[in-house]
Nanobody, 123 residues
Framework: VQLVESGGGLVQTGGSLRLSCAAS????????MGWFRQAPGKEREFVAT????????DYADSVKGRFIISRDNTKNTVYLQMNSLKPEDTAIYYC?????????????????WGQGTQVTVSS
């Protein structure tokens, strides 16, 4: 499966952004999906994950209550709605796909990755 993220940009503290990740090449609904992020000088970290049907979700503690992951299997797209953004949310955001369908929170679970989209939150 090929993944392409979009929707990143520059936003002020407290603002919102919605990231999208469009999938192609395989049956999208066969994959659980995840969002990760990587800030300069830091390891890539888990943000959110969603199962194949979109019913089950999991979030990193740092984004719970502010970010919402969702998917539209008719559009082969997964979304990350980011609200109440903080400067520490600044990072490159990546989407990833897991063919086994787990709600993975580690990078090793995911076999396909997008190229990333930059999110910058100004203070």
């Amino acid at each position: 499966v090929q993944l392409v993220e979009s929707g990143g940009g520059l936003v002020q503290t407290g603002g919102s952004l919605r990231l999208s990740c469009a999938a192609s090449g395989r049956t999208f609904s066969d994959y659980s999906m995840g969002w990760f992020r990587q800030a300069p000088g830091k390891e890539r970290e888990f943000v959110a994950t969603i199962n194949r049907s979109g019913v089950r979700k999991d979030y990193a503690d740092s984004v719970k209550g502010r970010f919402i992951i969702s998917r539209d299997n008719t559009k082969n797209t997964v979304y990350l709605q980011m609200n109440s953004l903080k400067p520490e949310d600044t990072a490159i955001y990546y989407c990833a796909a897991d063919r086994l369908g787990y709600l993975g929170t580690t990078r090793e679970r995911y076999g396909a990755w997008g190229q990333g989209t930059q999110v910058t939150v100004s203070s």
